[in-house]
């Protein structure tokens, strides 16, 4: 990557005290160019105050803090303004809890100089790569992937991966203030808008590896609003209401 341009990359984090302190400095470790923004939406654990000790560390690690649980659809966004508001070229998704393979940022950037869009993809080239998943976690992402892209026509393989890359120009587009999701459908929705305003995905292959400690967030709840909220996006489209 171009030493002029900056990357940031946005963690979201609730009670993730004990994988902040591993995931921040592997990002650090990848180059100069990437900076962490880690979006705590008041952690009972203390990753609040663990992120503001990081950031006391160093000059490319800041923080966001929220007032509660809110989602992590709105924690993106949140991140995704922060980061337009100070000149960052690229805005980068990322979990807090170690699935996501930070030596895979440097490729996630390099495709960014090709495509508007870049996916870190479990399942691109008809292989899946994740690690550690139960088999139920597999299929229902598998078929997550598949039901979004079988109603929305969206062109990725991995629709609703997390690990995602985009130019600054996208996210000022894409009207990040019309979002309403909030789970992980806000991954298909961001990837829609992107597409439908006519920029281009890429997808870069990722080793997905199943966290080690904390607790997953994902629910019945969030899975339910992908479920519908794939059919909102896909009729507010024939409307032109996207």
Known sequence: MSPDRKALVVVPTYNEVENLPRVVPLILQQGNEFHVLIVDDNSPDGTGDLADELAGRSKRV??????????????????????????????????ADL?????????????????????GSRYVGGRITVVNWPLRRLIISLFGSWYARTITGL?????????????????????LDRIRSNGYSFQIELKYRAWRKGFSLGEVPI?????????????????????WKVWQLRIMDLFGKL
């Open 99 to 119: 699935s996501h393979p930070a030596e895979v940022l440097p490729q996630l950037v390099a495709a960014l100089d090709e495509v508007d869009v870049a996916i």
């Open 207 to 227: 080793v997905f590896t199943e966290r080690d400690s904390g607790e997953s967030k994902m629910s019945g709840r969030i899975i339910r609003e992908a479920v």
């Open 155 to 175: 062109p990725a393989v991995d629709a609703t991966g997390g690990f995602n890359g985009f130019r600054r120009e996208v996210a000022e587009a894409v009207g």
């Open 62 to 95: 800041h923080v966001l803090h929220r007032p509660g649980k809110q989602g992590l659809g709105a924690a993106y966004v949140a991140g995704f303004d922060w980061g337009l508001q100070r000149d960052f070229d690229l805005l980068i998704e990322m979990d």
